[in-house]
């Protein structure tokens, strides 16, 4: 009995403690990678899907730096506007393959963003979440652009790729 009186005493006074819990640390979201082998043999709605995804999601982070850091504005654009040509030859090729690109983040994507907008230091968030989001760019563009399913599709993928490695060489 007594045992059990000391435990429950040890319990109420740990729940007593003055010493706040530490924040979590935060981990920004991860954009799934696709392996070079395999990123070519998804099927042209998964890649007009992803790409759209991705594209939206960079334009979109492009448009909140530029009103969050005005320092970075002129790079911002330049990769939104590098990705709004992506976005429109993905619409172009698309509705000949009737399939369109859709206008909503998927949920990867929805997560970064949320991320680069509660950001406590946006210009390092931003500059992270572009650098990942263009390497993927490049990797899954590239292997699609090589092996994909889609003649229609093979030329934007390569067009997409060359946008995105002058944007990775020029991101500072």
Known sequence: ?????????????????????????????????PSGSSAG?????????????RTLLLVRAAELIAERVPGLTSEADRIAAGQRGIAAQLNLAGRRLNILPSATLRPAHAAELQFLERSADP?????SLAMRSIDACIIREKSYAERGSS??????ARFAASVCEEQRTNLK
């Open 1 to 33: 009995m007594k045992r059990v009186a000391a435990l429950v005493a040890c319990g109420l006074l740990a729940g007593c403690a003055t010493r706040p819990a530490p924040e979590p640390v935060r981990v920004p979201p991860r954009v799934d990678r």
């Open 41 to 53: 043999l998804v099927s042209p709605q998964e890649y007009v899907g992803e790409s759209a995804s």
């Open 123 to 127: 210009a390092r968030a931003w500059r």
């Open 151 to 156: 003649p229609t599709l093979r030329p934007v």
